[in-house]
């Protein structure tokens, strides 16, 4: 999972985003989707604590996203622990002027090291600029992300969701989140993406502290060595 990090903060823009910054803020949603859907009360007396889980928005947040797809947490540590560079933090310039073949003693596979190329190429252009994106209302930013080959739905919710701080994102095409919602809420089969990002709509504008809050149950309830974020 990614790491807690409460030393930084957006504030919305003309009151279009809002954002969890602190786990206070995660509190607060949680409280609030109570009151909206009641459902959920079980749930989180279950679940437990919620966890804040924010990285600092950037290259190294996506890229870490990006690692963590498809593998185990272990793997995807180990994956990371090889990408940092010795002397400071991965960067995007510092990704681009990587050995094309880099990637083999990382770990990752092709298509993986495909899609952190492009990121890195278009952060380090300034093409893509990943802190001020996350000050743009979800559609916006969701659009701009996955315009990037390799960068899908859920890559761009989980980065807006996680170093964005956005409130009200929900990755509905996340297996895990699927399975938690329907063995929570009782539904007689996982809800597919569509149908769950359909059922997500009533805990708008909380919708990642309600995403936050099936991954917990699903860690305490059903696969804890198969979390969705490394």
């Not at 989140?177 to 007689?188: F, I, K, S, T, Y």
């Not at 059922?199 to 305490?220: C, D, G, K, Q, T």
Request: glycine residues 8%; aromatic residues 8%.
């Amino acid at each position: 999972m990614l790491s807690s990090a409460t030393d930084f903060s957006f504030e919305p823009l003309g009151g279009r985003v809002q954002i969890i910054r602190n786990d206070h803020d995660v509190r607060l949603g949680l409280e609030a989707l109570l009151r909206l859907d009641p459902r959920l009360s079980p749930i989180a007396a279950d679940a437990g604590p919620l966890p804040l889980r924010l990285r600092e928005p950037g290259f190294a947040g996506l890229a870490h996203i990006i690692v963590s797809q498809m593998v185990s947490r272990a793997s995807a540590e180990a994956i990371w622990r090889r990408m940092l560079p010795a002397d400071g933090p991965l960067t995007a310039e510092g990704y681009v002027l990587l050995a094309p073949d880099a990637w083999r003693q990382f770990g990752l596979s092709r298509a993986k090291a495909d899609t952190l190329s492009r990121v890195a190429e278009a952060v380090a252009s300034g093409r893509l600029d990943l802190s001020a994106l996350c000050l743009k209302p979800p559609h916006e930013a969701l659009g701009e992300l996955t315009a990037l080959k390799g960068v899908g739905p859920w890559t761009a919710e989980v980065y807006l969701m996680f170093c964005g701080g956005h409130a009200d994102v929900f990755p509905a095409g996340d297996v895990a989140l699927q399975n938690a919602v329907g063995a929570a809420l009782g539904l007689a089969a996982r809800p597919q993406a569509k149908a769950l990002a359909k059922l997500s709509e009533i805990w708008s504008p909380w919708r990642s502290v309600a995403a936050r809050l099936f991954w917990a149950y699903y860690a305490v309830k059903m696969r804890r060595d198969l979390l969705p974020i490394g």
